[in-house]
Protein backbone atom coordinates (compact mmCIF):
# COMPACT_ATOMS: atom_id res chain seq x y z
CA UNK A 1 0.00 0.00 0.00
CA UNK A 2 1.10 3.00 -1.05
CA UNK A 3 0.25 7.00 -0.01
CA UNK A 4 1.71 10.52 -0.55
CA UNK A 5 1.81 12.73 2.24
CA UNK A 6 3.11 16.37 2.60
CA UNK A 7 5.42 15.23 -1.03
CA UNK A 8 6.56 12.06 0.54
CA UNK A 9 5.39 8.52 -1.02
CA UNK A 10 4.72 6.61 2.50
CA UNK A 11 4.66 2.64 1.41
CA UNK A 12 4.36 0.08 4.00
CA UNK A 13 6.15 -3.18 3.56
CA UNK A 14 6.48 -6.56 5.31
CA UNK A 15 9.78 -5.71 6.39
CA UNK A 16 9.07 -2.46 7.64
CA UNK A 17 7.85 1.14 5.37
CA UNK A 18 9.45 2.86 3.07
CA UNK A 19 9.58 6.91 2.61
CA UNK A 20 10.53 8.46 -0.92
CA UNK A 21 10.22 12.21 -2.66
CA UNK A 22 10.13 10.91 -6.35
CA UNK A 23 6.73 12.81 -7.11
CA UNK A 24 8.13 15.88 -5.96
CA UNK A 25 11.74 15.18 -7.77
CA UNK A 26 10.26 14.46 -10.80
CA UNK A 27 7.85 17.85 -10.32
CA UNK A 28 10.52 19.89 -9.45
CA UNK A 29 12.82 18.91 -12.46
CA UNK A 30 9.58 19.83 -14.83
CA UNK A 31 8.85 23.27 -13.04
CA UNK A 32 13.04 24.36 -13.42
CA UNK A 33 12.96 22.73 -17.14
CA UNK A 34 15.86 20.27 -15.92
CA UNK A 35 14.45 17.38 -16.83
CA UNK A 36 16.26 17.42 -20.33
CA UNK A 37 19.67 17.17 -18.31
CA UNK A 38 21.81 14.48 -18.67
CA UNK A 39 22.68 12.17 -15.74
CA UNK A 40 25.32 11.58 -13.51
CA UNK A 41 25.91 8.99 -10.85
CA UNK A 42 28.09 10.90 -8.56
CA UNK A 43 26.79 13.98 -6.79
CA UNK A 44 29.80 15.98 -6.90
CA UNK A 45 33.62 15.89 -8.85
CA UNK A 46 36.33 14.57 -7.09
CA UNK A 47 38.83 17.14 -5.40
CA UNK A 48 36.67 19.90 -6.24
CA UNK A 49 35.61 22.68 -4.10
CA UNK A 50 33.58 25.48 -4.32
CA UNK A 51 35.22 29.35 -3.12
CA UNK A 52 33.52 32.32 -2.65
CA UNK A 53 34.72 34.05 -5.83
CA UNK A 54 34.96 31.14 -8.45
CA UNK A 55 33.52 32.51 -12.31
CA UNK A 56 31.17 35.59 -12.22
CA UNK A 57 28.68 36.83 -9.91
CA UNK A 58 25.32 35.61 -11.20
CA UNK A 59 23.39 38.57 -12.19
CA UNK A 60 19.86 37.11 -10.44
CA UNK A 61 20.48 34.79 -7.13
CA UNK A 62 16.88 34.89 -6.94
CA UNK A 63 16.84 31.93 -9.09
CA UNK A 64 19.91 29.93 -7.68
CA UNK A 65 18.12 30.85 -3.88
CA UNK A 66 14.88 29.17 -5.05
CA UNK A 67 16.29 26.12 -6.63
CA UNK A 68 18.98 25.48 -3.11
CA UNK A 69 15.34 25.78 -1.22
CA UNK A 70 13.53 23.41 -3.35
CA UNK A 71 16.51 21.19 -2.39
CA UNK A 72 16.63 22.03 1.34
CA UNK A 73 13.67 20.10 1.40
CA UNK A 74 14.65 16.98 -0.26
CA UNK A 75 17.01 16.74 2.84
CA UNK A 76 14.39 15.44 5.01
CA UNK A 77 14.60 11.49 2.98
CA UNK A 78 17.32 12.16 1.09
CA UNK A 79 20.89 11.71 3.20
CA UNK A 80 22.52 11.22 0.52
CA UNK A 81 22.50 15.00 -0.49
CA UNK A 82 22.14 16.41 2.41
CA UNK A 83 26.22 17.60 2.88
CA UNK A 84 26.19 19.23 -1.13
CA UNK A 85 22.98 21.30 -0.42
CA UNK A 86 24.47 22.25 2.80
CA UNK A 87 27.16 23.01 1.26
CA UNK A 88 25.60 24.93 -2.03
CA UNK A 89 23.29 27.25 0.75
CA UNK A 90 26.52 28.72 2.39
CA UNK A 91 26.68 30.78 -1.21
CA UNK A 92 22.90 32.15 -1.19
CA UNK A 93 24.27 35.58 -0.46
CA UNK A 94 26.23 36.05 -3.81
CA UNK A 95 26.13 32.99 -6.20
CA UNK A 96 29.03 32.57 -8.87
CA UNK A 97 28.53 30.76 -12.29
CA UNK A 98 30.41 27.67 -9.90
CA UNK A 99 27.74 27.59 -7.60
CA UNK A 100 25.15 27.72 -10.16
CA UNK A 101 26.74 25.10 -11.86
CA UNK A 102 27.27 22.59 -8.85
CA UNK A 103 23.31 23.14 -7.64
CA UNK A 104 22.61 21.85 -11.72
CA UNK A 105 25.23 18.75 -11.13
CA UNK A 106 22.85 17.64 -7.85
CA UNK A 107 19.81 17.86 -10.36
CA UNK A 108 21.54 15.55 -12.69
CA UNK A 109 21.94 12.89 -9.98
CA UNK A 110 18.31 13.29 -8.52
CA UNK A 111 17.23 12.61 -12.19
CA UNK A 112 18.90 9.02 -11.95
CA UNK A 113 17.97 8.27 -8.23
CA UNK A 114 14.59 9.84 -8.23
CA UNK A 115 13.27 6.74 -6.47
CA UNK A 116 15.76 6.46 -3.87
CA UNK A 117 14.59 7.14 -0.14
CA UNK A 118 15.18 5.83 3.61
CA UNK A 119 13.80 2.18 4.53
CA UNK A 120 12.85 1.50 8.06
CA UNK A 121 13.59 -1.62 9.52
CA UNK A 122 10.61 -2.73 11.76
CA UNK A 123 11.96 -4.25 14.60
CA UNK A 124 11.53 -5.32 18.33
CA UNK A 125 15.00 -4.86 19.07
CA UNK A 126 16.17 -1.65 20.80
CA UNK A 127 19.47 -2.16 22.16
CA UNK A 128 21.24 -1.47 19.33
CA UNK A 129 22.60 2.21 18.85
CA UNK A 130 24.99 3.21 16.39
CA UNK A 131 26.82 6.53 15.99
CA UNK A 132 28.65 7.85 12.99
CA UNK A 133 31.05 10.82 12.83
CA UNK A 134 33.13 12.46 10.59
CA UNK A 135 35.16 15.59 9.87
CA UNK A 136 37.21 17.18 7.05
CA UNK A 137 39.61 19.03 8.55
CA UNK A 138 39.81 22.59 6.92
CA UNK A 139 38.14 21.80 3.99
CA UNK A 140 36.53 25.06 2.84
CA UNK A 141 38.95 27.23 1.02
CA UNK A 142 37.62 30.69 2.01
CA UNK A 143 36.89 30.17 5.97
CA UNK A 144 39.84 27.11 6.73
CA UNK A 145 37.01 25.97 8.97
CA UNK A 146 36.27 22.40 10.11
CA UNK A 147 33.12 20.46 8.46
CA UNK A 148 32.00 17.99 11.12
CA UNK A 149 28.59 15.70 11.11
CA UNK A 150 27.42 13.22 12.82
CA UNK A 151 24.15 10.91 12.92
CA UNK A 152 22.98 7.97 15.47
CA UNK A 153 20.91 5.79 14.51
Given at each position: ????????????????????????????????????????????V???????????????????S????????????????????????????????????????????L???????????????????????????????????????????
Open positions: MSTIFLGFRYCVLPLGFFLSQHKYVTGLLHKLYLYTLKLVCTLHSRTTLSLTNGELLADPSKYSMVGALQYLTMARLDIAYDIQVVSQFMHAPYTSHLIAVKRIFRYQGTAEHGLFFKSSSRLDRVVAVCDADWVGGPDSCRTTTGFAIF
